[in-house]
């Protein structure tokens, strides 16, 4: 049996920044518990059953998202290792269409099991007829994170040209960008209108992605360390004016969807920080159990990312049916509860792992589908968890996306080649003869 110590053992880390990967766990899981303390379930005084918002209701919550929103960190994480993995691909003499074929299906492939299971969860509620309106809440609740998965694939199919003008013009391009998000920013305010900002799902998230080609360039490696400080200051700061005179919502959360110009700020900074830490992390992760756990993590993040509310919202339904297992939403014993539920969240998601994080692993694929179709794929992945941000998730959009995630994995995964086709029947007629 494969263990995780046995695992990372065997595979060739001289060449990897393991602070990255420890970095994209983190943040992983510094999600599961903000979402683990956004949920209150409870009941009101008539027995009534009464979802909350906890942490969200704390007067001090909004500051707290400028140290807590750490999306923009696994953005610019992803940019390094998408960059890493570019130049890998083009040094072996893949194609973009090579390059973007994996990525989108490592996205496709584990939120397909996802959407079957909104597929007969939302269709079984809705024909028992079961509290429609509070399955509605719970619902639009649980697709909440999937937004991760519109944007993460959008920066994904675009790393091919955007590492090439990384390489060809740096700076223009981080300022066409920047131009951009402002431009967005500025038509989305000043008309009212906040699906304009949707736009900047491409100017946002692709900057951020840029901060982490800048990272692996090693940019930020030539920094002295009062630079590094003096710019993560400078961003942080920045946000006063922004959401004190500016347009902008103090609460980053709200600057999440549509995305805005302070998670720029963010990921600068954050990207910063990381470097900063670089030293004590790569300390860190010089041991053996730190590896050991960050691979076990790091192997199962998709299947975490995706799983982790509604685990959360099952487990808070459980609570209510056991005697004092659910105590008031916001109480000091609340509170010292989420340490118990968080570790049995974490517990479930493991064995739920064992089931579903199969569909996270790379398979063998065939031959790599022509452009167009490899473009269709990344299509139609980005349109249902998008659609879910604009409409928020129902049965019906639960259905398209399972279609249509399953449609992308068959039309990457095995696509037909003539020649090998060729090859295959020759070699078995040599067999034959």
Known sequence: MTTPSSAISSLDLSKRDLTLDLARVFCVLLVVVIHLLFIGVGRDADGALVISRPLEEQPWFALATWFGQIMPLFF?????????????NVRRGGTAADYVKTRVLRLAQPSLPLFLFYVVVIGGATLLAIAPELVGTVVEGAGSPLWFIAAYCLCQ?????????????????????LLGVIVV?????ASGVPQVGYLNMFFVWLLVQQIGFWYADGWFARRAWWQLVLIAAACTAALVPLTSVGPYDVDMLTNLNPPTLPLVLLGL?????????????????????ARAVVFLVGSRLMTIYLWHLPVIIIVA???LLIPGASPEPASPAWWWSRILVYVLVLGLLFALSFLVARWEQPRELGPTPPNEVVALAAVLTFVPPFLVIEYFLDLWLAIAGAAAFGVAILLLGRWPSRRGTLTERARRTRVET
């Open 76 to 88: 610019v994480v992803g940019g390094f290792a998408s960059l890493t993995a570019w130049r890998s």
């Open 157 to 177: 199919s675009l790393v091919p040209v955007m590492a090439r003008l990384h390489a060809r013009a740096p700076r223009a391009t981080l300022g066409v960008l």
């Open 185 to 189: 920013d500025a038509a989305r305010y």
């Open 269 to 289: 900074a954050q990207a910063c920080v990381l470097r900063l830490l670089r030293p004590a992390l790569a300390k860190l992760m010089s041991t053996h159990p």
């Open 317 to 319: 339904g459980l609570g």
